[in-house]
């Protein structure tokens, strides 16, 4: 039995580790500075998760739970307060990954909930957890009556065609990370 629920503090390394699954090995390394690398962005991402004011914060995720395991998670914050959360981003990217990240480029603007990342441990996928996930954001969503967005990688039509099946709806291309995006939409009811 899958259960959905609030993440906490403890479940952090789980977290991070997922949260970079969703991102990508290359997508990750990316970020690095010259001479650092996964090990160093995974304890970068951990502390990130343990943050409070962080955009990758354990506030910010969503956990599946099997038993007490985590095997999957969504991130996801009100797209308004990115500069605000990416403040953290940027403090402990100099410290841990060797990099000035203050003018990154935007991934999410005001007026949707952004979800940052969604992933599902490997042994765990084709089972409904990414859509219990999904569908607990959008109630999240819709309770501060924002439409939730996202940006998916054009490598990744498995994902785009979860999101699209739940609801989610084509508004742009955008390029983050390094990589080719689309930025979908799903609309709350009163959007």
């Not at 991102?23 to 962005?41: A, V």
């Not at 739970?65 to 940027?90: C, N, P, T, W």
């Not at 859509?131 to 990744?156: C, E, F, Q, S, Y």
Request: net charge negative; proline share 2%.
């Amino acid at each position: 039995m899958i259960n959905i629920q609030e993440a906490t503090k403890e479940q952090s390394a789980d977290i991070a580790r997922l949260i970079m699954m969703a991102m990508t090995d290359d997508c990750c390394l990316y970020f690095c500075g010259d001479g650092y690398g996964l090990e160093d962005f995974r304890r970068m991402m951990v502390t990130l998760v343990q943050r409070e004011d962080s955009q990758y914060s354990y506030r910010n995720t969503l956990v599946a739970l099997d038993r007490d395991k985590v095997v999957g998670v969504a991130v996801s914050y009100d797209g308004g307060r990115l500069h605000e959360l990416r403040q953290a981003f940027i403090e402990e990217a100099r410290k841990y990954i060797g990099k000035n990240h203050s003018s990154m480029d935007d991934e999410t603007l005001a007026g949707e909930l952004y979800l940052d990342s969604l992933a599902v441990l490997p042994e765990h996928r084709r089972r409904g957890i990414a859509k219990k996930l999904l569908m607990a954001t959008k109630k999240r969503a819709d309770r501060i009556g924002l439409p939730v967005g996202l940006l998916v990688d054009i490598g990744n039509p498995i994902g785009e065609v979860l999101y699209t099946f739940v609801g989610f709806r084509y508004v742009d291309d955008s390029l983050w990370g390094g990589h080719a995006m689309k930025h979908l939409v799903w609309e709350t009811p009163s959007s």
